[in-house]
């Protein structure tokens, strides 16, 4: 079992920028890739990055290349999602996930948070 926590959402006006944390706990091993997702309402969970508890490889949607940065902190289980020039279809829940895979579907994550409110204003 692998438990998900994310933090640091909130309000931002466009162009501003947030970073997430997802603080893992429980039977994380460096066999898991991490990814986040979010979701808007009314829309379908959208797959945004992923990178590896090792190697550091990373994937990008190309909706968030070049604006959102995924990282890792193995010592802390920390996965973070720093975002940039934020825009106000940015707006969703968002979410971070385990899976034993490095994968870009909602269907090949096994665990995931709680979500967290990100809310950007034009």
């Known amino acids: 079992q692998v438990q998900l926590e994310e933090s640091g959402g909130g309000l931002v006006q466009a162009g501003g920028s947030l970073r997430l944390s997802c603080a893992a706990s429980?039977?994380?091993?460096?066999?898991?890739?991490m990814g986040w997702f979010r979701q808007a309402p009314g829309k379908e969970r959208e797959f945004l990055a992923v990178i590896r508890w090792s190697g550091g490889n990373t994937y990008y949607a190309d909706s968030v290349k070049g604006r959102f940065t995924i990282s890792r902190d193995n010592a802390k289980n920390m996965v973070y999602l720093q975002m940039n020039s934020l825009k106000p279809e940015d707006t969703a829940v968002y979410y971070c996930a385990a899976s034993l895979k490095v994968a870009d579907t909602v269907n090949d994550y096994t665990y995931w948070g709680q979500g967290t409110q990100v809310t950007v204003s034009s």
């Open positions: 429980g039977h994380t091993d460096s066999n898991y890739a």
